[in-house]
């Protein structure tokens, strides 16, 4: 006999609330809202009796940790590279109600222009997003009883010496970043996944190889040539800047979804599927940006013409560069995924926790350079804290 909906649910959810243990705190300090069953403080509709687990919050605590990091870096672009007004409003970039400058470099702003016209206010639109997100996340996480998350303790890092920029400790650096162009050909190729085996060549050789910086460092970056012009090391800056913002954000692009078959209570996954697909926008439009970078070099650093049909790759082993490469194919080219008996689609890729997990994710920056202190040529203590927090949320499992 078949067992009515409602007593099936109601095991399950006491099974899970046995299993899970629902956050470390004691229950009672928690609410209601946390309990199976109960509903939530954000709609009925959402509710599916599946409780916030302990790994929910591992998740959910994981993310807003990232997206601080997230923030601390594209506070950075915006100081210098980002729009000042918004048409014909003020730009209103807050960070716990203290305001953000915003466009300091304006000789910076020019060189990002050359990648897109919009890139000022683009730089700027995509700060206010991670401000957002770790903010809703910490909210998020105390209206369910869980401690939020700040990393301030780490902001350590120098900022660019450029007039005008506060002179506070930061979280990341983006002066010495080696950048991974790969996910250039990862979403070109219709025939590799990294998530069953695939590698992939990097667009930009030697951004993913030495430490390039992706802000003006000082006033002297910003000197202009003599006749007006823009210096090949400030274009190359700027053309680092827009690979590394396609960079963060293929990062976030792939993590959310990959944590998100991690989750069990719906409201969790759809607070990870909407702030997802906010870091798959963000990486869409830096996607198509990057291939304006222009065709320059300044000492080690290159940027390749793209669209020659030639792998930039010094042995490259591309089979069709004209296809691998070219900058305007940017839509996510159908691939393997699951079972090649099923036809190539177009998806987003990695989606493991292997390759796109919080682990994955966190060991990404840190190859990226973003938490080198150029003091002692070693990572800040941030990492550490980051790691644990990434193999909590990677060790989270569905439940139900
Ligand atoms: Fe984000
Ligand atoms: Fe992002």
Redesign the pocket.
């Known amino acids: 006999m078949k067992k009515s909906e409602s007593s099936v649910k109601h095991a399950t959810n006491r099974r899970a609330f046995l299993t899970n243990g629902m956050v470390a705190a004691g229950a009672a300090t928690m609410g209601a809202a946390l309990l199976p069953g109960a509903s939530t403080a954000f709609g009925r509709e959402e509710d599916d009796h599946a409780p916030v687990t302990k790994g929910d919050i591992a998740i959910l605590t994981f993310l807003s940790a990232l997206e601080q990091v997230?923030a601390d870096l594209w506070i950075q672009y915006a100081e210098l590279g980002g729009a000042t007004n918004q048409g014909l409003s003020t730009i209103d970039l807050e960070l716990n109600g203290k305001k953000i400058v915003t466009g300091l470099a304006p000789n910076y702003i020019t060189a990002l222009e050359v990648l897109d016209g919009d890139m000022p206010q683009y730089i700027a639109d995509n700060t206010d997003d991670?401000i957002s997100h770790h903010r809703f996340l910490n909210h998020y996480l105390a209206s369910k009883g869980a401690r939020p998350i700040d990393l301030s303790e780490f902001a350590t890092l120098p900022p660019s010496r450029v007039s005008g920029v506060p002179p506070t400790g930061r979280l990341t650096n983006l002066k010495q970043l080696t950048v991974d162009t790969t996910w250039w050909t990862r979403y070109r190729s219709e025939t590799a996944n990294p998530d069953f085996g695939g590698i992939f060549e990097n667009a930009v050789p030697d951004l993913a190889k030495g430490k390039h910086p992706a802000i003006p460092v000082d006033d002297g970056d910003l000197i202009l040539n003599a006749d007006g012009s823009i210096p090949n090391h400030l274009q190359a800056i700027a053309n680092t800047a827009g690979f590394h913002f396609a960079f963060?954000?293929q990062g976030?692009s792939s993590l959310y979804p990959a944590l998100a078959q991690k989750v069990t209570n719906l409201e969790v996954l759809r607070v990870l599927l909407s702030i997802g697909g906010s870091?798959i926008m963000?990486f869409q439009t830096w996607h198509d940006k990057a291939g304006n970078a222009t065709n320059i070099t300044d000492g080690d650093l290159s940027f390749p013409n793209l669209n020659s049909g030639v792998d930039p790759n010094p042995n490259g082993t591309s089979a069709n560069p004209a296809d691998d490469f070219q900058t305007n194919l940017i839509m996510p080219e159908p691939t393997l995924f699951l079972n090649a008996k099923l036809g190539p689609v177009s998806i987003i890729r990695p989606t493991s926790t292997a390759q796109g997990g919080a682990v994955a994710s966190v060991v990404s920056f840190v190859d990226d350079g973003l938490f080198l202190d150029p003091a002692t040529n070693k990572n800040t203590g941030i990492v550490d804290v980051l790691m644990r927090l990434a193999d909590e949320a990677d060790e989270a499992r569905r439940r139900f």
């Open positions: 997230e991670e963060i954000e976030g870091e963000h």
